[in-house]
């Protein structure tokens, strides 16, 4: 610390005054991750406990009711499948399909510019406009359809079968947003040293041995924290589902948000919407722990 | 690399292209076709016959330019609000050193695991109480302070820890305080993370579905995403020239936004710390 340096006062010393810097800086965030994040959270808790119509005004203490409930809704298994297949689906195509573009457009080659801005344009078009292009397209005579039967194939009504509409809407969304993830990885494969490979090439390794032993290992912090993004991610779907086919064909594209959000806004049950909403809770911090604990286990070097 | 692989992976990257430009393609062409021709197969690649129907029926349906102006101002005021919020405590985290900052970080942190749907249900009750159903305030709130801000803050954080701390010692040295080292000196070198924290933030609130639909009831105060699935006809399907021509009109400003801050978006991700 220089000499030069004087304090204004005896009480607001420099070292005071930064920390006082420090709170200030941070207040505006911190309360409202009080105000919007943990108050809220402790309110679904509370309010699992109750039996709440906002329609009907009622606001009754049940206890355990919603829980039990819970456990007996015929229709929650089939919620439950359908989010996991959709976020099993959605996160192994996306990172895959990510990680497998990222590393072509890696390559030294004319035009990789313009590709990555093909596969990321899908990103920058707003949700709901390329889900209604996409609702046109997946009609029972739409252009998927069209395309299908001049090669002389028979396209089902893709939104109206239970796998079919499922599979729809994790494919749309993976193309739409499969080009953040390609970015995240180009961004990443930029820093793995090239004489790794060159070394790796000298010893006859095939092209799959050094994307297997040298491209995933160096890369896989961002693996991890694209993973766990994605994960989450596809957990919050909801626009796609709404528009394309509100839950249905019966509950075949239920997530459990659209079920929330069912259950909550359209039957005015708050205190059922709740508790789905302790259980997605519940869902996500199981997830994103498994994925921390497993880290070590495939994550090469942290910072 | 050989010729013949050269081709077969122009052959490979073209064809995984087309899901990607197509649907983009076929919403912008079709905005100015005729209804008639949107429905007809083959499609033509481009219009044979133009027409701006759609493009006017847009308006006169609903109060769409409100709509237009609801959205954009709505993500404006996100971005910049979350700009500050998550520059001010991500460079806190980074370079203050006060009591607590870890815990408090820490604290922070949990806002990425804790969607706003899992706390849509008491937000609505909580705005409700304060007189907020039905206005903007839930859209512009809940994303600078609450969850949705955090991965800003983090990214903003990881920057400012990648500062050498020479820098700030010249600042500190002639005779400047916390804020103005940080306002004059930090800030300014931030720009490519602020630029990839301005097109995350513009893109999550342009894109924001579920609160609008809970919380606003009144067309007027609809944002576009809201708005665009409101185009149906008397039986409730779809008119397709309407959507598609006011789809196409959600994309622009992304657009625009994109294609300013694209550089420093890439920039910025490689500076993240997210690189590898």
């Known amino acids: 610390m220089s000499s030069a340096e004087v304090p204004k006062s005896a009480f607001w010393t420099t070292r005071r005054r930064d920390r006082l810097a420090g709170y200030l800086f941070v207040a505006p965030q911190v309360a409202g991750i009080v105000v919007f994040v943990l108050v809220p959270l402790v309110l679904i808790f509370y309010y699992s406990l109750y039996d709440w119509n906002v329609l009907a005004g009622t606001f009754t203490f049940t206890g355990m009711s919603n829980y039990r409930d819970l456990v007996a809704d015929p229709r929650l298994p089939s919620v439950l499948r359908t989010t996991a297949f959709f976020c099993g689906g959605l996160v192994l195509l996306n990172m895959a399909l990510a990680l497998f573009l990222a590393v072509l457009l890696n390559q030294r080659l004319h035009g990789t510019a313009v590709f990555r801005t093909i596969f990321f344009s899908p990103v920058v078009v707003s949700l709901v406009a390329w889900t209604i292009v996409w609702q046109f397209l997946l009609q029972d005579d739409g252009g998927i359809n069209g395309a299908l039967s001049a090669v002389g194939a028979d396209g089902p009504n893709w939104l109206r079968g239970d796998v079919t509409a499922l599979v729809s809407v994790i494919v749309l969304q993976v193309i739409k947003n499969v080009g953040l993830n390609m970015v995240l990885f180009l961004a990443a494969l930029q820093g793995v040293p090239a004489q790794l490979y060159e070394a790796a090439r000298l010893d006859g390794a095939s092209a799959w041995t050094r994307f297997r032993r040298i491209t995933v290992p160096m890369i896989s912090p961002t693996i991890l924290l694209a993973s766990i993004i994605t994960v989450v991610g596809s957990l919050q779907i909801f626009a796609q589902i709404a528009v394309l086919t509100q839950g249905g064909p019966g509950t075949s594209t239920t997530v459990l948000v659209y079920y929330l959000y069912q259950q909550a806004f359209q039957f005015h049950d708050f205190g059922y919407g709740a508790t789905l909403s302790v259980l997605l809770f519940l869902i996500v911090l199981v997830l994103t722990v498994i994925q921390w604990q497993t880290r070590r286990r495939w994550v090469e070097y942290e910072r | ?276």
């Open chain 2, 1 to 276: 690399m050989s010729v013949r692989a050269k081709t077969a992976l122009y052959g490979l990257l073209c064809l995984m292209a087309v899901p990607f430009v197509f649907p983009t393609w076929w919403m912008v062409t079709s905005s100015v076709k005729p209804v008639s021709e949107i429905l007809s197969w083959p499609p033509s690649p481009v219009p044979t016959t133009f027409s701006l129907d759609g493009y006017r029926e847009v308006f006169e349906i609903q109060p769409f330019a409100q709509q237009y102006f609801n959205s954009a101002y709505i993500a404006l005021v996100v971005t910049v609000g979350t700009m500050a919020v998550s520059a001010l405590a991500g460079y806190a985290f980074a370079r203050i050193r006060f009591p607590g900052a870890n815990p408090l970080f820490l604290f922070v942190l949990t806002g990425l695991l804790i969607p706003s749907e899992v706390t849509i249900v008491p937000l609505f009750q909580m705005f409700n109480t304060w007189g907020m159903i039905d206005t903007h305030w839930p859209l512009i709130l809940v994303p600078i302070l609450g969850a949705p801000s955090v991965l800003a803050t983090f990214i903003m954080r990881q920057f400012f820890l990648a500062l050498p701390d020479e820098l700030e010692e010249a600042g500190r040295l002639d005779g400047l305080g916390r804020f103005a080292i940080f306002w004059r000196i930090a800030l300014p070198l931030a720009r490519p993370a602020l630029g990839a924290v301005a097109i995350f933030t513009f893109l999550h609130s342009w894109n924001l579905y579920l609160e609008p639909i809970v919380f606003l009831t009144t067309p007027a105060n609809f944002t576009l995403p809201q708005a665009l699935t409101q185009f149906v006809d008397a039986y409730g399907g779809p008119m397709w020239d309407v959507q598609l021509s006011a789809a196409s009109m959600t994309a622009i400003p992304v657009l625009i936004v994109f294609v300013i801050a694209q550089r420093q978006f890439i920039e910025g991700l490689a500076h993240t710390g997210l690189k590898g």
